[in-house]
């Protein structure tokens, strides 16, 4: 079941409201012989994420269904870019399983027992899913409140996600059309991002090329590591603070692109590779399949100093 998006939280006494994860949708099935984790596009994830296979042992069922969001946590937050690099290390062969721990936050039971909870209301189920699930230090039921505006406003506070408003009295409604009964307020996300270099054009600086300091560590440890390339910016900046970074790149500027995977030449264009030893406040909407930033902008301080070099 997909939430509606809408910039206005909704009000009233039909809603209770969750935190909106920033991380991957999940469901859980449990058969009484073999646990199956799958995703949104249904690929089974069970063989990645081992360690969830605590949990028929958390369940208090013979069988079960569990919708949820899987989370990893960057810096105390919940991150969907280090749930990826988990996600994309596994798959590769890695070993990111020991640097980089999920967490799955249960937000409903749709089966129990062989019998099906779809027509039952979101408050019926949300009884069945406590009585039923026992809390563990990787599997939490997300908590539901009822003041959605003060919930938004810890959200914010936090530089969360966002918060899903869940009519009570709804059925749970699968498939490719998003209800209205569940109603989803996502706010602008912030991020220090390292600045590693300029995109010119016609030797004129047109916007940074930024990155995350979560690259691997230096190995002697006299190389610099490289880091996780998350897009380019100009929005934000002024003409003038673009020559000044321009200024401190030329500076700074390095032979090798410091990125794990750069960004590719553009017609056009040229690129000044710098080292990345300075940081920016960026917010953005969400992430990208790529891991990219989706429509960032370099955030304003009442003092403007960290839009200079």
Known sequence: MEPRASRTLPKGAPYAYQVKW???RLLASWDGNRLQLVGKSLRDKTATYPELAILPEL???HSFLLDGELISLQKGRPSFFTLMRRENSLANGGTALPRIPVY????DLLQREGIWLLDRPWAARQELLQNSLQQHDLVHRTQSYADGENLLEAVAERGMEGVVAKNKDSFYIPGPR???YWIKTKLLQNIEALV???YLKEKKPVSLLLGLDEGPPADPPNIPPKIPYIGSVSSGLSETELDSWFQWAKKNEIKEAPFLNAPPA???RSIVWAKPNRHL???FSEWTPGLKLRSPRISHLSSGKELLP
Do not use: H, L, N, P
Not at 104 to 107: A, E, G, L, R
């Open 196 to 198: 590693g270099g300029i």
């Open 281 to 283: 406040k960026v917010s």
């Open 22 to 24: 920033d991380g991957m």
């Open 178 to 180: 998003k209800s209205s």
């Open 266 to 268: 553009q017609t056009g």
């Open 59 to 61: 369940v208090k069922a």
């Open 104 to 107: 799955y936050m249960v937000f």
